[in-house]
């Protein structure tokens, strides 16, 4: 697992960045938040996060630690996958995001875009026990 990137931003794009370590560009995809704060030509460094699939290695790079943590975590929730997982980063601050699953704030995650009554019940059922330890 690449667990983190450390390099120059040669470029901001829709969906990520791109960081240059090592002489190699990374593509990174992040929240619009994580996108925000970084700069071309500035120095980052991102907690990251590998997702294989059968025709993709895709990154995702995250501010801290917390945010990266809570993204895997997020995903092991039946029928969230790392776009869902990221669109909930997106919306909610991790503290905001755990609260929401500790209280069954069914209200707050319905906010994220993907999420339904049906979903957010879900993954409070499947999460709330895993966030408490977190």
Known sequence: ???SVAGTVTALQADGVVVRVGGVGLAVQTTPGTR????????????TSLVVREDSLTLYG???DEEREL???LQT???VGPRLA????TVHTPDTVRRAL??????ALTLVPGIGRKGAQRMVLELKDKVVGT
């Open 102 to 107: 500790l209280t069954e704030d069914l209200a």
């Open 71 to 73: 993204f895997e975590l």
């Open 86 to 89: 990221q669109a909930v980063l």
């Open 77 to 79: 929730a039946s029928g």
């Open 36 to 47: 925000a704060r970084l700069r071309v030509g500035d120095e980052a460094v991102l907690a």
């Open 62 to 64: 995250f501010a801290d």
């Open 1 to 3: 697992m690449i667990a």
